[in-house]
């Protein structure tokens, strides 16, 4: 019996590590892919200041690359705010009574004797 519950809590281990393995690496994944996107965008940024900057300057380069920054920020922050406030919290439904049973004596009896034999078994026995 107690190889048969090793064994078990054993392969319930094996797959915790399993599933922690594959959702470390996603993480892992997910981090460098934005990681990479802030690159991306960073190196954007860049030519375009380059580009503006030979057509306008560096001080207008930086003021049109400066305000459209700010501009791209206020318009993700209002859309993060308003999907945020849209959802109405939902009320948890009122907790459910619980049922009552009227206790057959038979059964209170059958329990109790199971009880009783499982401590026997276990070697908990009371004298």
């Not at 009896?109 to 070697?123: E, K, L, P, S």
Request: aromatic share 6%; with cysteine.
């Amino acid at each position: 019996m107690n190889r048969l519950l090793h064994d078990l809590t054993q392969a319930l281990e094996d797959g915790a590590r399993v599933a922690l393995r594959d959702v470390l690496a996603r993480l892992m994944l997910a981090t460098l892919g934005v990681l990479m996107v802030i690159a991306g965008v960073g190196f954007c940024i860049a030519a375009g200041f380059i580009a503006l900057s030979d057509a306008l300057g560096p001080i207008w380069a930086s003021v049109l690359l400066g305000a459209g920054s700010l501009i791209v920020g206020a318009l993700l922050l209002a859309f993060a705010n308003r999907r945020a406030g849209s959802r109405e919290p939902v009320a948890p439904p009122p907790p459910k009574e619980a049922e009552q049973h009227p206790v057959d004596p038979a059964t209170l009896a059958v329990f109790t004797a199971a009880f009783v034999a499982g401590r026997y078994v276990a070697g908990k026995k009371r004298e």
